[in-house]
């Protein structure tokens, strides 16, 4: 990239280039005609633009946002999980996390097709949006699987959250091609665990062993459990994981 250095006898800039992007050392080898035109391209090129600061912008954003959804994806949500748990340290306010897994949703696929799994997804998602404040943060992890962020919230007002969304989503129902199609969710809650000093990838797994949980004890409901209880169910879930591994292969 050619980077300023000094002016030149006429009172124009200097740019000098990167040899080790085979370009040439200074304008010298350019014809003394073309060089007031190279002097501007370069000029335009080594200062952005607004158009290009807002299409950078534009880039950065969408590298954030899953497209299907619209909701943070999952690495700006990781970014997020560090801020807002900085944020919980320094105030000294609670932080909670909703863990949600779409219970069957492998069956509105093999039933209506992938495009009505999109279709249910970006339901769930707009009911997760507007179900919750401005502020707080709504990520799809993955899949069928969400995750919300709710900064000074503790865990019975995150418990009270999630089963507003859980109750929204299994009244309503999704459309798709004329069909309405019944969704329903696993919800796992936890809150970040301060006084022991609980890091950022114990919060998490706490909250999905807690939905992990309600799925294996009837779907469709929230959960949250001790740390010592979800210790357990984190272990059950690794054990099933190597099962149904071990199925596939044999």
Known sequence: MPKKKKLDKSGEEEFSFDPKHGLAEDLEKFPEESRPKIRALLAAYATPSPEFEELTAESLRHASIDPLTG??????????????????????????????????????????????????????????????????????????????LLSETNLDEAKQVAEKIRANIEEDRSSFDEKEIRITGSFGVAELNLKDGETKEGFIKRADACSYYAKQTGRNRVCALSPEKTKKHRFKKFIRKIRLSARRLF
């Open 71 to 148: 909701l943070a994806n999952r690495r700006s949500l990781d970014a997020d999980f560090d801020k807002e748990i900085e944020r919980a340290k320094r105030s000294h306010t609670a932080l909670s996390a909703i863990f949600i897994d779409l219970d069957h949703f492998k069956s509105v696929n093999d039933e209506y097709g992938h495009d009505a799994g999109d279709a249910v997804l970006r339901f769930v998602a707009r009911k997760l949006r507007t179900s919750v404040r401005a502020t707080d943060v709504v990520a799809r992890w993955g899949g069928e699987e969400f995750v919300i």
